[in-house]
Each structure stands twice: as C-alpha cells, then as structure tokens.
C-alpha cells in the first residue's frame, strides 16, 4: 500500500467510447502526475498537477483530458482512443513537483486495452 | 535533454548471485531514487539518496550516491525470485527540476 489508489485496475474500452481513471493519494502531497508505461517501454509522463493547477503537459493527444480537482483527486478522461493507447497508466505523487529532496509515490495503475 | 542511463538494459542470472546495476548522468543531481516495478503494478521506492557518497541499505538491497553526484549504484545480494522486475533510477537533476526517470534494469533469475 503506497497510499496511492487508481480505479479501475483494468478497463477495456472501444474506439468510440468514453471513460475515465481515477487516482486519490491519501499522502498530503501537492503535485499529482500520470505517466504512461507501453510494452517494454520507459515511462513516459504525460501530465504533472501541482495544487491543482496543470505544470506540465508533454505533447499528449487531446484525447486524453485530465482534471485534478484538488490536490488529492487526479482523473484522466478517455475519448476515441486508438489500440495504441493500450498501455499501463500510472498514477503518482510527490510533496512537490520537484526539487531535491523529493519522492514519487506510485499508484498500482490502470491497465488500459482499446479495442 | 536531460538523461539517466541505466546499465545493463537486461540482465539474466543464476538465482543466489548477487546483482549490481548502475545509473550515471552528464549533470549532476543532489537525491537519486531506485524503484522496482513487479509485472502488471507500479513502481514501489526501495532506497532513496541525499548525499553524495551515501550507501544505504534496504535488506539485501544497497545503493550508493557517487561522490561526483553524477551515478548511483544498485546491489542486490543473494537473488531470490521474486527480485524479478524491472529497477528504475530516478531523481531530479537540480532544486526546481522535475524528478526524471531511468529506462530500466529488467532482472530475470534463471532457475
């Protein structure tokens, strides 16, 4: 137990539908991330949150909404996915965005399969 | 951009062996994390650096935190199954940098 929780562990979906991941972090932390973990691939982060507010988004594709209404709820929301969004998303958070000091927290992820 | 080069890539060992991996940058960072990732869940913290020089011990697990800040060190003694996974290197390089990762170490232990 990390103290980061992601709903749905699995989700499999189709092209046309919507959906949404869920993450709460129970830490007290302040920033909030969603990284995407492909087969056999490195992480790649996609959005960082610090007090609510977005910091960081790198480049993802507007099919993928996130909302962080406060500090301890992140949510990433699925319209027209294609099969290569399949992947393992993964949820984290830390104290802060950054700096020394700091550490990411995990969550279990989401396993997500478009079909 | 910034980089963290984990080495080696992949690695297959004999159950009992022990293990070192490393992670060595062009910049330097002030924390180095280790993560490992078991299949199919999210990377759990196993040991985290502040200081330059530090070794720190996790049970069988030890890291060091180079002296030139610019790598980190990663032993496992005595591999059991369950060390299986993937070991990640992360940190970030300066006070406001966000924390970037490795590409992994992935360990297999050969029965």
């Known amino acids: 137990e990390t103290g980061v929780t992601q709903t749905p562990r699995h989700l499999v979906m189709g092209m046309t539908n919507k959906k949404s991941l869920k993450c709460e972090q129970h830490l007290g932390h302040n920033a909030m991330y969603w990284y995407k973990q492909s087969a056999k691939k490195p992480l790649e982060l996609m959005f960082v949150?610090?007090?609510?507010?977005?910091?960081e988004n790198n480049s993802v594709p507007s099919r993928f909404s996130p909302e962080c209404p406060n500090s301890s709820h992140l949510f990433l929301h699925l319209h027209t996915l294609q099969p290569e969004d399949s992947a393992l998303y993964l949820c984290?958070?830390?104290?802060?965005?950054?700096?020394?000091?700091?550490?990411?927290?995990f969550g279990e992820g989401s396993w997500l399969t478009v079909v | 951009g910034q980089q963290l080069n984990q080495s080696p890539q992949s690695m297959f060992i004999q159950e009992g062996e022990d293990v070192s991996m490393n992670c060595t940058s062009s910049s330097i960072f002030n924390t180095w994390l280790w993560y490992k990732q078991d299949p199919g869940e999210g990377p759990v913290l196993l040991i985290a650096l502040y200081k330059a020089g530090e070794l720190t011990s996790n049970g069988r697990l030890t890291a060091q935190f180079g002296i030139t800040r610019k790598d980190s060190f990663l032993n496992i003694s005595a591999s059991i199954p369950s060390d299986v996974g993937i070991y990640f290197c992360a940190g970030p390089m300066n006070r406001d940098d966000k924390i970037i990762f490795g590409k992994g170490t992935r360990l297999h232990i050969l029965p």
């Open positions: 949150y610090n007090f609510k507010e977005q910091t």
């Open positions: 984290a958070s830390s104290r802060l965005p950054g700096g020394s000091g700091n550490t990411i927290y």
